[in-house]
């Protein structure tokens, strides 16, 4: 077959590819039978469409193979031998669904496609890499009618008294209308709008039954485009009142059956009064034969379906720490600096506006420039790694009427200002965020030009980014319309039962699998909180901000506290340790929306890292995967103080700082490990991720004391990880370091590495989940590197000494020159703790200097793992090179066939110098970073 040989093999058992062979013979021998050929491939195509399904159905594997031997079976040319292979291969067939595609196109020609391969160049950027079963469900939702949304997400930060809630006013025409009294934000304040075709905002509660009209009209215009999506014996589009057509038997995913025409019905007679039913009632009543035709009454003058949702943060530094939740690459952001206040000038900050979240103690206005312009780089998701990055930052000015000057000289300070905070990324890629156009304001002046300008600025930058225009299912406007009212009406949680019942009372209620999906979605986006966890699937915030809220009762003063817990109130405020007596009173002293949900706060905190509950000895049996030995695990249980047994940390509330850290971090008398070092690469590590992983730690181990107080400080944790060994964890800047000692007085001690190394994991793995809320896999392994202090350093320093640790895997030693003497340090004695496993596959490679080939290449694409994106940065291809073959439709099907076609790449580019050698240590540097 001319095409036989763009069929992938890889990952494809030896004796089924041998099996398909003989089948494809067999076909080739019947040909000119007609009758017999028909029948042949009537039976594999049928197992063929079913194996790929999620809920198959085994009669028809068993009916279908039954059929076979029955009909054609031990015949001519089915031989004994013969008939057994083709057995063979129909159940490899049904277990195997790489065997399915395989044998379909190599022997009939025949690609099995599902409905996500042939929808997925309409998908949104963010959604092509879903798994398989949500890419199919995404698909057949897409295929059934989509619409172009066309949102605006406008995140306003800056410090506190900036300015940034008086912008906001001058923005939105209601707020300026109503001439509000300006007070400064204390949480997150979240305003939804809709565009004017004059460019004003309106605020969404006056316009939102025009709006979602305009969306049912836009979706209705692309459905008489597309005549062959319409019920050609009906007047009304299919989209709404007509089930859609019975699915295609190759499809890869099991779809519900649509509601009946009758039941639909039936939704709508319920719903008939309902103000939003009547418009839809009204615009689909009758299908107007061009799309000319169609006409809504829609009060002028709404700019159809665009929606801008304002986000005014809240400027005090205690609330940084939870500014992951909301930060993306879907957003346009205005940051603002008061142009009164010198880049160096210290900030004075109060109990009530919070602490730098250990980041300095003496924090100056261009340190907050940095974090919020170094959080947008790291939150504007993995296109920032290629290059392929589009402005998104508009730089604000505020307080001119305080400066000093005419207008003119008031912009070239402006500009001067920004150019000097700037200087501060020169050679980075966060400037490439910047946009060029910067602004100055008076917000005591509303009807000033320039709000308007930065309105139009706004939509301009929206207009060029991927997400516009994207498109969506527009049966998941009723859904999305749905929760829109639940909202309106002050709910700002719900149970999952109560989400299902608005689904089930749609015109068009979608699948369960459907509303995971769009649930999931809307989480990604930042409109809802959503995770489908055990513990929290059950529940849909719809109000994120109302997290922030929640946040806020944990660390704002409490009036009228109960004299009876003055103790446990003092231990909170000391050492961040929240007992039930004191979660209780700051639940009744909370709001009713927040106090009436008290009984999910605690799962909310804790899976999002800002709450912790320590271990109880009992479960201190559990290790967690890093394999230590029973007994001694049993001996740590013993030593652990039974009198802490129901309380919360709260890390972010951590103020004290430590003693002498170097008692800590270097501490005499004891067996240490080098020290560990995790490096942000972009220089920038947001402080919330250390206090996330001190709230990790919590729950694995138990926490070390000393004089009886817990050794918990502001930057640095100690715990007990086995009866003498002992965890440190402490940070500063962009470095997370981490160090084990042992006070074991055994004369031959030694590390045990595989706890080391299930440490160094459990580490590792919990940064990459928190990079990866803002970071989409496999791009996450991107942010981190893994360093090794000098071991004969005496006292361990910060960002000295320091060794990339794959440099080992190229290099049997480096040199140090952060000690008094320079000297060398060898792979052995870096490694020997915290890589040991690494290390002894690093031993013996010099076998292995010859020239690689393409067997080698099959093999280790076989073998490689999660680390296959890193394996071909370490190869020496760019992200974006790695990126644009990742989007062939082969590669991204099998992650095999990617890996194997970057190595060619490599092996093509490298020539003599891609030996097997460098091959080998090249994917040891990649599993050691990640």
């Not at 400066?403 to 500009?415: A, H, L, P, T």
């Not at 076989?862 to 090179?881: F, H, P, S």
Request: overall charge negative; aromatic content about 8%; proline content about 5%.
């Amino acid at each position: 077959m001319d095409d036989q040989d763009e069929i992938s093999t890889l990952g494809i058992d030896p004796e089924a590819l041998e099996s398909a062979r003989v089948l494809q013979s067999v076909a080739k021998e019947i040909s000119n039978d007609e009758e017999k050929t028909s029948q042949l491939r009537l039976i594999v195509e049928t197992i063929a469409n079913e194996s790929i399904l999620e809920e198959r159905d085994y009669l028809v594997l068993t009916g279908k193979t039954r059929e076979f031997v029955n009909s054609l079976g031990f015949t001519s040319p089915f031989s004994v031998s013969k008939t057994k292979d083709i057995i063979n291969i129909l159940l490899l067939m049904w277990n195997h669904t790489n065997v399915t595609r395989y044998v379909m196109k190599s022997v009939y020609n025949v690609n099995i496609a599902s409905t996500a391969d042939e929808m997925i160049d309409q998908f949104p950027s963010d959604l092509k890499q879903l798994d398989a079963e949500s890419a199919e469900i995404f698909a057949k939702a897409l295929k059934d009618g989509s619409e172009n949304v066309r949102n605006i997400r406008l995140m306003v930060v800056g410090m506190y008294g900036v300015g940034k809630t008086s912008l906001v006013k001058n923005l939105i025409k209601d707020l300026r209308d109503e001439n509000l009294k300006i007070e400064s934000t204390e949480v997150i304040e979240l305003r939804r709008c809709q565009l004017m075709e004059n460019g004003d905002w309106c605020l969404d509660k006056y316009q939102k039954e025009a709006k979602y009209k305009c969306r049912y009209q836009d979706a209705l215009k692309k459905v008489i485009e597309q005549p062959t999506s319409m019920d050609e014996s009906s007047n009304v589009p299919s989209i709404l009142d007509a089930p859609p057509a019975e699915p295609e038997v190759n499809d890869s995913v099991p779809v519900q059956p649509t509601p009946p025409l009758e039941e639909i019905k039936k939704h709508v007679v319920e719903r008939k009064d309902d103000e939003e039913m009547k418009g839809i009632i009204n615009l689909f009543a009758k299908a107007p034969e061009t799309s000319e035709d169609i006409t809504i009454n829609i009060p002028a003058p709404v700019e159809t379906g665009i929606t801008v949702s304002v986000w005014d943060f809240a400027g005090q530094t205690l609330y940084y720490s939870t500014h992951q939740f909301f930060l993306n690459k879907r957003s346009i952001y205005l940051v603002l600096m008061d142009m009164t206040k010198k880049l160096d000038e210290c900030i004075q900050e109060d109990e009530t506006s919070g602490i730098w979240c250990g980041l300095s103690e003496e924090c100056k206005y261009l340190d907050v420039f940095k974090f919020w312009l170094n959080a947008i780089h790291m939150y504007s998701g993995y296109r920032s790694m290629t290059g392929n990055i589009k402005p998104t930052v508009i730089l604000v000015g505020t307080h001119k009427d305080k400066m000093e000057g005419s207008d003119e000289e008031k912009e070239v300070k402006k500009d001067k200002y920004f150019e000097k905070a700037l200087q501060a990324f020169r050679g980075t890629k966060i400037l490439r965020h910047i946009h060029r156009k910067k602004y100055l304001v008076n917000n005591l002046t509303s009807d000033d030009p320039v709000f308007k300008q930065i309105r139009k600025e706004i939509r301009r930058l929206a207009e060029k980014q991927e997400f516009w225009n994207e498109n969506y299912p527009v049966r998941w406007i009723q859904m999305e319309q749905s929760l829109d009212k639940l909202r309106d009406s002050g709910k700002q949680l719900l149970q999952r039962n109560e989400v299902n019942a608005e689904n089930q009372s749609n015109v068009h209620p979608v699948i369960e699998k459907e509303l995971d999906l769009f649930l999931d979605i809307q989480h990604r986006h930042g409109n809802i909180l959503y995770f489908n966890t055990d513990q929290l699937k059950h529940l849909v915030v719809l109000a994120p901000q109302w997290i922030i809220e929640v946040f806020k009762c944990f660390i704002s003063h409490i009036k009228n506290k109960d004299p009876q817990l003055s103790v446990q109130w003092s231990e909170y405020k000391k050492n961040a340790i929240l007992k039930p007596e004191i979660f209780s009173e700051i639940m009744d002293n909370a709001p009713p929306n927040i106090e009436e949900n008290r009984q999910h706060i605690m799962m909310y905190m804790e899976q999002l890292d800002v709450m912790a509950k320590p271990l109880k000895p009992e479960e201190c049996k559990e290790i967690d995967a890093l394999e230590e030995p029973e007994q001694e695990t049993s001996d740590a249980a013993e030593e652990l103080n039974v009198n802490f047994l129901d309380f919360h940390i709260v890390p972010c509330r951590l103020k004290n700082p430590p003693p002498p850290i170097v008692q800590f971090t270097s501490p005499e008398n004891c067996k240490k490990t080098p020290v560990l070092c995790f490096v942000f690469i972009d220089n920038f590590m947001p402080p919330s991720f250390f206090y996330r992983l001190v709230a990790v730690c919590i729950r694995t181990w138990p926490i070390s004391q000393q004089k009886g107080k817990n050794l918990l400080y502001n930057g640095l944790a100690v715990f007990e990880i086995r009866a003498t060994y002992r965890l440190t964890i402490w940070y500063k800047d962009h470095i997370i370091y981490a160090r084990i000692s042992s006070c074991s007085k055994e004369p031959l001690f030694e590390f045990d590495f595989k706890l080391c190394h299930g440490v160094r994991r459990k580490l590792r793995h919990s940064l990459e989940n928190f990079v990866a809320q803002s970071l989409e896999n496999p791009w996450t392994a991107r942010k981190l590197d893994e360093n090794i202090q000098c071991p004969y350093m005496k006292e361990s320093s910060y960002n000295a000494g320091m060794f990339r640790v794959k440099d080992f895997v190229y290099n049997r030693e480096l040199s140090c020159t952060a000690c008094p003497e320079q000297h060398a340090v060898g792979r052995e004695e870096a490694m020997k703790d915290w890589y040991k496993e690494a290390l002894d596959r690093m031993q013996n490679d010099d076998d292995l200097n010859r020239p690689v080939e393409e067997s080698d290449l099959t093999k280790a694409a076989k073998m490689v793992g999660k680390e296959y994106w890193m394996l071909g940065i370490e190869l020496g291809l760019t992200d974006a090179e790695m990126e644009q073959l990742n989007n062939e439709k082969e590669c991204k099907k099998n992650r095999s066939t990617f890996v194997f076609r970057y190595m060619v790449m490599w092996k093509d580019k490298e020539g003599k110098t891609a030996t097997l050698q460098n091959l080998q240590k090249a994917m040891q540097a990649a599993i050691l970073n990640h």
